[in-house]
């Protein structure tokens, strides 16, 4: 048995709840303010303050693992208190691209980099350990809505529907379909109840022996086939698109930059770290692991746009 706390309340700590709810295992969920609805679930909602680490210690007594859906410095307070807890593992809340990979002074960070850097230091000083979970881009990205269609990403400027790649429900699209080197640019991809299904399925395996990163895939497809899918969807009508080149790319976004247009500035900033095989790898190593079938990018599309 693992007990477990889920840190947030917004739609992908719910989809973990969820699937944790179906195991064995002991969870509460840690939230800012009162959740009737989960509470409802009979889910055990604790009501924490991130600025007061006497809370979060008391809070965290007995939990082997964390799983973090927060981030900025409401997470820096949670690992403290998580090490200071005894806490075995921490999940930290950087679930889409391979942290390797990162770029350097991203907008998008979100301070995800001082998070991990955080987690390293602990490592040294305590027995807790962390584990990155990377899916590749949510196929959420691409619903009616986008991913604040589930209550995830809503603080950001990249999770509407339309912010990333196409926007499906209005026949439009901008992206950069070949990198630097004239070669076809991959996507790597997972539906967000299939990132929970693998989630749980590694903690049926026991935290001992869990990896650095977990890297789990749905589905791997290049920009262009996620544009031609798309169009396909919809009746195959062609959309209004706008492709890039990856050369281009710096100039759209000092022009969004200077501009002040921050909207334009996130997007481009999408455009470029796809480019630079952000969101891009082979070889997952937790597919390989566990008995999860997920669904393929297509059989997800046509079922969501159906």
Not at 104 to 115: E, F, I, Q, V, W
Request: with cysteine.
């Amino acid at each position: 048995m693992i007990r477990i706390a889920i840190a947030g309340s917004g739609g992908l700590a719910q989809t973990f709840a969820y699937f944790i709810s179906q195991t064995t295992h002991p969870f509460i969920i840690l939230s800012r303010t009162p959740q009737p609805t989960l509470t409802a679930l009979d889910y055990q909602v604790v009501v924490v303050n991130y600025e007061n680490q006497d809370d979060l210690r008391y809070s965290l007594q007995g939990i082997d693992l964390v799983i973090s859906t927060v981030s900025g410095n409401p997470q820096i307070n949670l690992i403290d208190a998580a090490a200071n807890s005894g806490v075995r593992r921490f999940v930290p809340s950087e679930f889409e691209r391979p942290p390797a990979r990162r770029r350097p002074n991203n907008l998008l960070d979100r301070d995800k980099s001082h998070g991990l850097d955080w987690l390293r230091w602990w490592s040294q000083r305590t027995h807790m350990r962390s584990t990155v979970f990377t899916c590749g881009v949510f196929y959420e990205r691409f619903a009616r809505g986008g991913l604040v269609s589930m209550g995830i990403g809503a603080s950001t400027s990249v999770a509407y529907q339309g912010s990333y790649l196409v926007d499906i429900g209005e026949g439009t699209a901008e992206a950069v379909e070949y990198n630097m080197a004239g070669q076809p640019i991959f996507v790597s991809m997972t539906s967000v109840n299939d990132v929970a299904r693998f989630l749980v399925a590694a903690i049926e395996l026991g935290l001992h022996d869990w990896p650095g990163e977990f890297r789990m895939s749905g589905d791997r497809r290049t920009v262009s086939e996620i544009l031609s899918w798309s169009e396909a969807v919809r009746g195959g009508v062609p959309f209004s698109t706008n492709i890039i080149k990856a050369q281009d790319l710096n100039t759209h976004l000092n022009h969004a930059t200077n501009g002040l247009d921050y909207y334009r500035v996130a997007r481009i900033q999408e455009l470029i770290a796809t480019e630079q095989r952000c969101y891009d790898f082979t070889a997952p190593n937790l597919n390989a692991l566990v008995d999860v079938r997920p669904i393929s990018f297509w059989d997800w599309l046509s079922s969501h746009w159906a």
